[in-house]
């Protein structure tokens, strides 16, 4: 059999892999995860998490956020702002009672100043956890809960909130300003809204 003829692979590419969007997490997938982190005492972890979901940052900021963007003087902020590496642009996030409780244990617990990393790499006081030791991170929690975590990732952790806010409001804009994206549409393919909701118009729908 010559070359031209010889057997050749038809597997597709992206067989067996997810392609798309990272779901978000649901509900009760949230208080899973951070029953278990409270159970178990993971102080930083709880305060990660919960930074996490408050935040809807992209990894790239959220590691690198210092004690100091979301304290002031001793005192946890209801509200912080920081700028986006990646649009070099300002967004602000809540910071709820649950998360500003973890969060004072941590900074408690790590000794803590407003100049130090939240979340430090374990070999370097001066040095953040990097956004692959965040995605590792993540992922476990994920398999704690028993997800697949080859089907979640950070930006799950990401949209969570923003979710579930569209879901209760149907507010596009406000969903834009809280994710920090300079375009409407950048908000849409985000969240995959406009499949949701034609398919939600569907169902609703007997012919």
């Known amino acids: 059999m010559d070359k031209y003829h010889a057997h050749t692979d038809t597997t597709p590419w992206n067989k067996g892999k997810l392609i798309g969007q990272k779901p978000p997490l649901k509900l009760h997938e949230i208080w899973s995860i951070r029953f278990r982190l409270e159970v178990a005492n993971r102080i930083r972890d709880l305060a990660l998490f919960n930074l996490a979901i408050d935040s809807k940052l992209r990894s790239c900021d959220l590691v690198k956020l210092r004690v100091g963007d979301v304290t002031n003087s001793k005192h946890i902020l209801k509200r912080a702002m920081v700028m986006q590496q990646k649009t070099q642009r300002p967004v602000q996030f809540e910071i709820t009672e649950k998360t500003r409780t973890a969060l004072t244990h941590w900074i408690e ?99």
């Open 109 to 207: 617990q790590a000794k803590l100043s407003g100049s130090d990393y939240l979340f430090k790499e374990q070999t370097s006081s001066k040095s953040h956890i990097s956004t692959r030791q965040y995605a590792r991170i993540v992922k476990s929690w994920i398999a704690e809960i028993g997800l697949n975590p080859l089907d979640y990732g950070t930006h799950s952790l990401r949209r969570t909130k923003a979710t579930l806010i569209y879901k209760r409001t149907k507010n596009l804009r406000a969903i834009q300003l809280l994710l920090g994206h300079t375009k409407l549409e950048s908000t849409v393919r985000y969240l995959g809204i406009e499949v949701d909701d034609a398919l939600e118009l569907a169902e609703q729908t007997e012919v």
